[in-house]
């Protein structure tokens, strides 16, 4: 398996503008997680689902951001409007929902908004 | 909601001297524990992880970790840094399938 898939990798957009951040997780696996990466605030979990289906968000900052997972395979995380505050490294994981088992993240999107 | 304190964010420290980075827990119920490193330009990839058995528990390149129940408490050790181990590690809890991660522990091994 070719692991946890992210794209992009880098993106840099301007204020305002809508960004649309994709992850396809490993096969397989039933639940997913999408996180965000700062220097201030570490990496905070924003949302995560399972079976497709969303269980917590509460991390979501506002309602600028959404993210959906229409099947096992893909999964969205949207900004719109960005702002330059959402300048971040955002990382998607995934795992199979059994005891003992751990996540395995993608190579994350860098986002600069400007 | 389970959380994760990760204390003394930024450690340095010589090759060839011990590590110890603590990692407490507030959660009510089961659960497993895991600490993932970051190299510096990439994404997290796993150390160790204990979910039952040994509270004892031992992870690649030389690095182990002990589950203490009564202190909630998931501790990261290694005998003898060296500077590849220059990264950032992250304490993880997952709860009732919630995973959540400390703020981290920035580590700089000096050659």
């Known amino acids: 398996d070719a692991g946890v898939i992210q794209s992009p990798r880098h993106e840099v957009t301007e204020m305002g503008q809508e960004v649309t951040l994709r992850c396809k997780p490993i096969s397989g696996h039933n639940s997913l997680f999408w996180y965000r990466q700062t220097m201030m605030r570490g990496l905070e979990l924003l949302i995560y689902?399972?079976?497709?289906?969303?269980?917590?968000d509460s991390g979501m900052p506002e309602d600028r951001f959404s993210a959906k997972m229409p099947n096992a395979s893909f999964s969205t995380l949207k900004i719109q409007p960005s702002e330059p505050r959402d300048s971040a490294v955002y990382f998607c994981?995934?795992?199979?929902?059994?005891?003992?088992?751990?996540?395995?993240f993608g190579q994350g999107t860098r986002l600069t908004v400007v | 909601a389970q959380s994760v304190s990760q204390h003394n964010h930024h450690v340095i420290l010589s090759e060839a001297a011990s590590l110890e980075l603590g990692c407490n827990y507030s959660?009510?119920?089961?659960?497993?524990l895991f600490w993932y490193v970051q190299y510096p330009g990439q994404h997290l990839q796993l150390l160790l992880k204990?979910?039952?058995?040994?509270?004892l528990v031992k992870g690649i390149k030389g690095f182990e970790a002990e589950f203490i129940k009564s202190k909630f408490s998931f501790n990261l050790r290694k005998p003898s840094v060296q500077w590849s181990d220059t990264a950032e590690y992250f304490c993880a809890v997952n709860g009732n399938n919630r995973l959540a991660f400390g703020k981290g522990n920035q580590v700089v091994v000096i050659p």
């Open positions: 959660y009510g119920g089961t659960v497993n």
């Open positions: 994981a995934s795992r199979m929902e059994i005891r003992g088992t751990e996540a395995f």
């Open positions: 204990y979910f039952s058995g040994d509270p």
């Open positions: 689902f399972n079976n497709n289906v969303p269980i917590d």
